[in-house]
C-alpha cells in the first residue's frame, strides 16, 4: 500500500505543486516574471542552440554503444531519439521514463535491431550516463569538502551508496562473459534467449563502446552543466563557474530521483538549498533556476516538433 502511495502520480504532482509553492512563496513572483520576461531573445535562442550542442553529444554516445561503424545519418537519427526522449519525459516523472520509450522512434531506422536491443541500449546508455554523472557527483563532494563547503552527511551516504553500486556495475561488465554465461541455457530456454538478446551490448567484444562512451560522458559533463553559469551571467547572480561545477552535478543527480514530476519544484527547492547558504538572494537563485527549467521545456518541445519530422 505505502510502494502504491510513493510511487503514484497524483502524489508526485501534489509534492511538485507543494514544492513550487514553498519556492516561491519566498519571492516577488510578479518582479521575478518581470525580470525573466526581459531576457533578450538572442540569449533564448542561444541557448536553446547550446542544448542542441548537449543533445547531439547523447546521441552520438548512445549511437556509438549500439552501431559498429556510426555515420552522421546515424548519429541524427539517435539525436532526433534523443529529443523524443526530452519531450516525452515532460508526461513522466524522471527523464529514465521517457529513456524507455525513446527508442521506438529507431525500429524503422534499423530494423535489423531488434526491439529488445534498441530498449537495452536506451537503458545502458542511460546507465553510462548515469554512473559519469555518481562520478562527477561524488568527486565534487570531495572538492566542495577540501574548499571548506558544507553538505549534509545524508548526501556522502547516498553518493557513497551510488558510487559503489556504479563500481559493482563495470566490475560485473568487465569480469563476467556474458555472452558465454547465457549462450549454454539459450537453447534450452526462450527467457534466456531473451535476456541474450539484452546483454548484446555487454559482450566481450562491445565492452570498448561501454568505455568510448563512458569517456564521452565525462568529457561532455562540463558542457551540460556550463549553462547554469550562462543563467547566472543573463541574471547578474554572481555566480563562479566553480560553484556551478560543484553544485549543479549534485543537484542534477537528486533529480533522477522520482520525487516530483519532472523534477518541477524540487529543482528550485534545491538550488535555493545550496546557493542560497552562499550567500545568493532567493529571487536571484529562483531566477537561474526557473530559466533553466523554460530552456529545458523549450528544448523538450523541440523534440515535439520533430515527432512530425519522419
Known amino acids: 500500500m505505502l510502494k502504491k502511495i510513493l510511487s503514484s502520480k497524483i502524489l508526485r504532482l501534489v509534492l511538485s505543486i507543494g514544492l513550487i509553492y514553498w519556492a516561491f512563496s519566498r519571492v516577488d513572483v510578479g518582479s521575478l516574471l518581470g525580470e525573466l520576461s526581459s531576457v533578450p531573445p ?32 546515424d548519429f541524427w537519427n539517435f539525436t532526433r531519439a534523443t529529443y523524443l526522449g526530452g519531450f516525452y519525459s515532460l508526461f513522466f516523472p524522471t527523464m529514465v521514463a521517457g529513456d524507455m520509450i525513446k527508442w521506438l522512434s529507431l525500429t524503422k531506422n534499423y530494423p535489423e535491431l531488434s526491439k529488445t536491443k534498441l530498449a537495452a541500449s536506451a537503458l545502458i546508455d542511460r546507465v553510462i550516463g548515469f554512473s559519469a554523472f555518481t562520478l562527477v557527483g561524488f568527486v565534487a563532494l570531495v572538492v566542495g569538502k577540501v574548499l571548506n563547503y558544507q553538505f549534509p552527511d545524508m548526501l556522502w551516504w547516498l553518493f557513497s551508496g551510488l558510487a559503489v553500486g556504479v563500481t559493482s556495475f563495470y566490475v560485473l561488465v568487465f569480469t563476467i562473459d556474458f555472452d558465454k554465461f547465457f549462450r549454454k541455457w539459450s537453447d534450452k530456454y526462450r527467457l534466456v534467449a531473451k535476456l541474450l538478446e539484452i546483454v548484446y551490448l555487454l559482450k566481450n567484444e562491445n565492452k570498448k563502446r561501454i568505455l568510448a562512451c563512458f569517456a564521452i560522458s565525462i568529457l561532455a559533463e562540463p558542457v551540460w552543466m556550463l549553462p547554469t553559469w550562462f543563467y547566472s551571467l543573463i541574471f547578474g547572480v554572481g555566480i563562479s563557474i566553480v560553484q556551478v561545477y560543484l553544485f549543479v552535478p549534485i543537484i542534477s543527480l537528486i533529480l533522477v530521483l522520482p520525487i516530483s514530476v519532472a523534477g518541477f519544484g524540487a529543482r528550485e527547492n534545491l538550488f535555493l538549498y545550496f546557493f542560497s547558504q552562499l550567500g545568493f538572494a532567493d529571487e536571484k537563485i529562483l531566477l537561474v533556476s526557473t530559466f533553466g527549467g523554460i530552456i529545458g521545456i523549450l528544448n523538450a518541445l523541440v523534440g515535439g516538433l520533430l515527432l512530425l519530422i519522419h
Open 42 to 73: 538572442w540569449f533564448v535562442a542561444a541557448m536553446i542552440f547550446y542544448s542542441a550542442i548537449s543533445m547531439f553529444i547523447g546521441g552520438i554516445r548512445w549511437a556509438v554503444l549500439l552501431i559498429e561503424k556510426p555515420d552522421w545519418k
